[in-house]
């Protein structure tokens, strides 16, 4: 849960939601979380359980075939490209919250123009240096918990501080609801437009539940590697899948009120949306106790930093859990390669939002292009195959036997989600892939 909840749910969801139609997006979604998240989850755990071994080598291990390794190789490789410029947004969570610390969004509210947010914002992201310090500020704190083992101090922390975070999501959910576009910013989000789905909304709906649950790249079967032999994979994929839902479905009806309630804000507004409607919400709803806003506002902040900090270090585990495995490579040293490439690279994504913005690749910026190709690309074609993998090649008693823990409820289980795995995962992902292309017409 600590890698699932993350910037993916409060930042990436709303931004999704935001350009994909609201309601139509947010049921595709539910139900891609349902029928495909859960099963492939289960199915990750299982082949990380099962090889006892890192992403890139449990493929192979299971399979005794090397192309399967490039699965397992590709999915390595997402985690390292989302690590780049998911850190970069992880800095601009820590920007946020030392404004919070000092009281800004609260001063920023007493000039009672809603717009100094977005100037806020837009001046913070095209600054050539600030958003690149705290992007290397977030990257180093990373690397230390990777380094020095110190996760359990942060597997203990974050199990007290996240239900605080679903907490302080439940008040602020109360506060959208009271300001002046609640009634237009819940429409949005809570009315399917049946029309607005075709194959782009179904995409990015799945792509969005691959993203949040951690699937495709990896990290739910590095995890799952570290997992006793007694641990309940079916039961915690349940739990996960539920919880992140839940924080993603929140986030969305805190920051569409919102929206609604920002002269000049629109829900297409794309990865600024949550950073520009979030700190109104506290100063719309509470700024008549400015004390309040300034509590809510900084614990918001700082446990959004912790959701994102137990996200950045289950993607950069992946990474240097695969280097020094197979490299042989001490693991300290492996952490310093990942940690250096996706600075590099993470500085590039960071500078697209300013001095690079004129520098695109398809229409998009280097930052866009990162997300579309791991989103949508990657992690579906790692979801595709990762359902063939375990329905079809891995032998049906190694995932049976993964599947601890389930009485009289085994044997059903078992056969729908081999079903799900054979046939509804790999067909709806081909489909909707083929309907993008125009090589099919359902959509
Ligand atoms: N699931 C995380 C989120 O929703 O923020 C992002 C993420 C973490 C993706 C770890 C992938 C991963 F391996």
Not at 112 to 137: E, H, K, Q, R
Not at 197 to 214: C, N, R, W
Not at 259 to 286: C, K, R, T, Y
Not at 346 to 371: E, K, N, P, R, W
């Amino acid at each position: 849960a600590g890698s699932a909840v993350g910037l993916g749910n409060i930042w990436r969801f709303p931004t999704e939601a935001g350009n994909n139609g609201g309601g139509a997006f947010l049921l595709v979604y539910i139900l891609c979380v349902v029928l495909m998240g859960v099963p492939l989850m289960v199915a990750e755990f299982a082949v990380g359980r099962h090889s006892r071994a890192n992403t890139g080598s449990a493929f192979r291990i299971l399979s005794k075939r090397r192309s399967w390794g490039l699965l397992g190789k590709m999915e390595v490789l997402a985690a390292f490209l989302i690590l780049a410029y998911y850190s970069v947004v992880a800095g601009w969570t820590l920007y946020y919250a030392f404004q919070s610390l000092l009281n800004r969004f609260n001063v920023m509210a007493r000039q009672g123009d809603s717009s100094v947010f977005a100037d806020n914002f837009n001046s913070f992201v095209s600054d050539p240096w600030l958003p690149l310090l705290c992007l290397a500020a977030f990257l180093f704190a990373t690397h230390f918990v990777v380094v020095r083992g110190v996760k359990s101090g942060i597997e203990r922390s974050s199990k007290i501080l996240m239900p605080f975070l679903f907490l302080l999501m439940v008040v602020l959910v109360v506060c959208a609801l009271t300001t002046p576009g609640a009634a237009k910013g819940l429409e949005f989000f809570f009315t399917p437009d049946f029309s607005k789905i075709d194959s782009g909304v179904v995409m990015s709906a799945m792509a969005q539940a691959f993203y949040s649950l951690s699937l495709g790249m990896g990290c739910m079967c590095t995890y799952a590697s570290y997992f006793k032999r007694d641990a309940n994979i079916t039961k915690t994929a349940f739990t996960v899948g539920l919880m992140d839902m839940s924080v993603a479905v929140m986030a969305g009806i805190v920051i569409f009120p919102a929206v609604f309630s920002v002269p000049g804000l629109e829900p297409d507004a794309g990865p600024s949306l949550v950073f520009i409607a979030l700190p109104n919400v506290f100063q719309m709803a509470m700024g008549g106790i400015p004390a309040m806003a300034y509590v809510c506002s900084l614990a918001f902040y700082v446990l959004l930093v912790v959701a994102t900090l137990t996200s950045t270090i289950s993607l950069h585990e992946v990474v240097t859990a695969y280097l020094s495995e197979t490299r042989n490579m001490p693991r300290r040293r492996a952490a310093w390669y990942v940690t250096g490439g996706s600075l590099v690279l993470g500085i590039f994504c960071s500078l697209s939002l300013g001095v690079l913005s004129g520098m695109t690749v398809a229409g998009m910026t280097i930052f866009d292009l990162f997300d579309y190709v791991t989103a949508k690309i990657m992690l579906l074609a790692a979801g595709f195959l990762t359902s063939v993998f375990v329905g079809w090649v891995l032998k049906p008693h190694a995932l049976a036997n993964e599947l601890t823990n389930w009485g009289t409820l085994k044997l059903r289980c078992f056969s729908v989600l081999v079903f799900m795995l054979r046939y509804v995962v790999p067909l709806i992902i081909a489909g909707v892939f083929l309907d993008g292309l125009g090589l099919l017409n359902i959509l």
